[in-house]
T-cell receptor, first 115, second 115 residues
């Protein structure tokens, strides 16, 4: 079965650089979530999209932005990277309708290291 | 206030024994969903089981079952016949349907299965 695809899997950037993370949700899933997980931490919600519109916003820095495209894939853009941005970034996807609350699958994550 | 509470930071269990991982939650919503995820050392977030607030029966998925006690706001994960491969971090999470869509995670329980 198709899963949530994230790319790249690993990314190394220098301070003040920019990074773009990509997420391809499960087919027919129209809601995408982004999470940040620091070392030894639980995942923290950043932002979500439903039908290409932002549906919820969490503790996402102003240096970060995201969008969902017409094919439902999403991109998280991170600028002016800081050492503290080093983390595992997850994308998750979920359907709406009857199955809305029953499925929420995560990608394998992108491990971002800022040096 | 913490929405999801996992009181066991770490657990050590002998192989083949059953394991119960505790989770309590806090919500005033009537409609919500509860999730359990497994995160091995490789980092991916693996969906294990889901319980809806209106589901009258406890959810089961293979060796995983969810002991749902709605009045106590408790959603413990039970793993039967534990295996060495069950060693991982386990997260309990909740999504409140009438609020924003984000999934909120607990702090996790690190489970160690001993041979």
């Amino acid at each position: 079965a198709a899963g949530v695809i994230q790319s790249p899997r690993h990314l190394i950037k220098e301070k003040r650089e920019t990074a773009t993370l990509k997420c391809y949700p499960i087919p027919r899933h129209d809601t995408v979530y982004w999470y940040q997980q620091g070392p030894g931490q639980d995942p923290q919600f950043l932002i979500s999209f439903y039908e290409k519109m932002q549906s919820d916003k969490g503790s996402i820095p102003d240096r970060f932005s995201a969008q969902q495209f017409s094919d439902y894939h999403s991109e998280l853009n991170m600028s002016s990277l800081e050492l503290g941005d080093s983390a595992l970034y997850f994308c998750a996807s979920s359907p709406r309708g009857e199955k809305k609350n029953t499925e929420a699958f995560f990608g394998q994550g992108t491990r971002l290291t800022v040096v | 206030a913490q929405k999801i509470t996992q009181t066991q930071p770490g657990m050590f269990v002998q192989e083949k024994e059953a394991v119960t991982l505790d989770c309590t939650y806090d919500t005033s919503d009537q409609s919500y969903g509860l999730f359990w995820y497994k995160q091995p050392s490789s980092g991916e977030m693996i969906f294990l089981i889901y319980q809806g607030s209106y589901d009258e029966q406890n959810a089961t998925e293979g060796r995983y079952s969810l002991n749902f006690q709605k009045a106590r706001k408790s959603a413990n994960l039970v793993i039967s016949a534990s295996q060495l491969g069950d060693s991982a971090m386990y997260f309990c999470a909740m999504r409140e349907e009438n609020r924003d869509d984000k999934i909120i995670f607990g702090k996790g329980t690190r489970l160690h299965i001993l041979p």
